[in-house]
């Protein structure tokens, strides 16, 4: 037997994730932000103040995206913007309490969802194998 295709195992994996997420999403509270704004508020919860430009480099994605993301964080009051004690020209990023609450409403809720999942729909050793396959899924991120 010759070495699983790569590639349809990839399409798996991009439809499977792609329907968790879309599930998580439907578990999770409405707060009128999209993926990109949560991303963005979740990089600045974990990891703490960042510039426009280090979003947008650490994310990959256009500063113009970033930009117009973080204007409507700020809009609703879930990230603010700071003067950099180090270089006054530039501003940084840093979430809100109203952010950090919006982050935890959704988190709640979506690992209430999953929780619930994976005990009611796996066995216990299903569900050690699933544990040991998050190892394997970490490396495709690193």
Known sequence: MGAPDAGKIADE???????????Q??????HDVNLSQVSILKRLDRE?????????RLD????????VSVGRLVDRGLVRREPD???GRR???VITAAGQQLLAERRDA?????????????????????????T??????D
């Open 13 to 23: 994996l991009q439809l499977v994730v792609g329907a968790l997420v879309r599930r």
């Open 110 to 134: 979506g690992h209430d969802h999953l929780t619930e999942a994976i005990a009611e729909r796996f066995s216990p050793a299903e569900q050690a194998r699933l544990s040991e396959s998050l």
């Open 91 to 93: 501003k940084l990023l």
């Open 25 to 30: 999403r439907a578990v999770s509270p409405p």
């Open 85 to 87: 004690a180090g270089d």
């Open 60 to 67: 990959r994605i256009t500063h113009q995206s970033v930009t």
């Open 48 to 56: 703490g103040p960042h510039s426009v430009a280090d979003v947008a």
């Open 136 to 141: 394997l899924l970490r490396r495709l991120i």
